[in-house]
């Protein structure tokens, strides 16, 4: 996983709430025995309509996803994620993510964003307005600024999902810093023991 300290750029505006990780990625997409093109999933069914936000020239390019409360929630899938970062988003900005879902973004280095319920409607109002409004999001400060709309926020996130992000580290990389360890200890086991190789 790759490090983030800064995600700056603009934002489309998804005003919809509890949205749900089926509606994010459908199941039809699940079966994809690769890890790639899920980005043309994303949001699919609702990207039927020519009116979705995502079909909006305005918005192309993006790099923040700015949805209503209740993010994500739904079956565990990884694929949601996947397919928010393939389609170009670095974050996702709502006033609350299923635990899930929030747990699957900082395992593959999208950064939720939660932020109090009124900075997400000034989000999405200022977003409307503006296409071009440019939002910065700060993981080593923990702060979320859209200078243009006046708007400014700090934003949780624990210190060990905060180091993951700054340092790249994803469930492999956290291991390999103990490599030593795991050598050492796997040196010292006694001989009649199962081993893995």
């Not at 923040?64 to 565990?76: D, E, I, K, R, Y």
């Not at 593959?108 to 964003?113: A, D, K, R, T």
Request: glycine share 6%; aromatic share 8%; net charge negative.
């Amino acid at each position: 996983m790759e490090a983030v300290h800064i995600v700056s750029g603009t934002a489309v505006p998804l005003r919809r709430s509890d949205v749900d990780t089926d509606q994010i990625i459908p199941s039809d997409w699940l079966k994809r025995v690769e890890r790639t093109g899920f980005d043309k999933g994303l949001f699919s069914e609702w990207r039927d309509d020519r009116n979705f936000v995502l079909n909006n020239e305005q918005y192309a390019d993006a790099q923040v996803l700015v949805a209503g409360p209740n993010f994500g929630t739904g079956s565990s899938r990884e694929h949601a994620v996947w397919a928010i970062q393939q389609y170009g988003f670095n974050a996702v900005v709502s006033p609350r993510f299923a635990d899930i879902f929030r747990n699957n973004c900082t395992k593959n280095g999208l950064v939720p964003v939660q932020v109090p319920a009124e900075i997400g409607e000034q989000l999405l109002d200022a977003v409307e307005a503006n296409p071009n409004l440019v939002i910065t999001i700060d993981v080593a400060n923990l702060t979320l600024e859209a200078p243009e709309a006046n708007i400014a926020c700090h934003f949780p996130l624990d210190p060990a999902t905060q180091e993951r992000f700054l340092e790249g580290l994803d469930d492999i990389g956290i291991s390999l810093r103990s490599t030593e360890a795991i050598e050492n200890f796997a040196a010292a086991r006694p001989a009649w023991m199962p081993t893995t190789t």
